[in-house]
């Protein structure tokens, strides 16, 4: 059997367990979880008339991303775990409400970033 003082002191480490493990987890990220996909300029990722030029007419580079119409261009958004923060200047057929798609410099990355579900906040508005 055991006694009190033992169901107490493992009681207290039970207590002191979990709350090292609050203290220790990541923060929260701020924002919403959105589909975060990844594009390259070539012609199986943009379509047979691929020119590195997008929606915004500026040519594509490392930092920008595809968003929906509703996220006007030049929108700074924050994707929570990579330390990316990056632009909006292009849209997408397939680029629809909580869905980003990320500019990559290469197919092969763009293959490899495949189809993520990350905390995305909006840092900078453009409006």
């Known amino acids: ?13 039970t207590l002191f367990i979990a ?9 929260k990220a701020r924002g919403d979880v959105y589909e975060v996909t990844a594009y390259c300029a070539c012609k199986k990722c943009c379509g047979p008339k691929a020119k590195g030029i997008t929606a915004s007419g500026k040519t594509v580079k490392v930092g920008m991303c595809a968003a929906d119409k509703s ?3 030049g929108t700074k958004l924050s994707v929570h775990g990579h330390r990316m923060v990056l632009t909006v200047e ?3 057929g397939a680029i629809k409400g909580n869905h980003i798609d990320v500019y990559m410099p290469t197919h092969k990355q763009a293959l490899q970033w495949g189809r993520r ?3 995305v906040e909006i840092i900078k508005d453009s409006k």
């Open 19 to 27: 709350a090292a493990y609050i203290a220790l987890s990541p923060i």
């Open 71 to 73: 996220i006007p261009f």
């Open 90 to 92: 292009d849209r997408g």
């Open 117 to 119: 579900f990350i905390s």
């Open 1 to 13: 059997m055991i006694s009190l003082k033992v169901w107490i002191y493992l009681f207290l480490i």
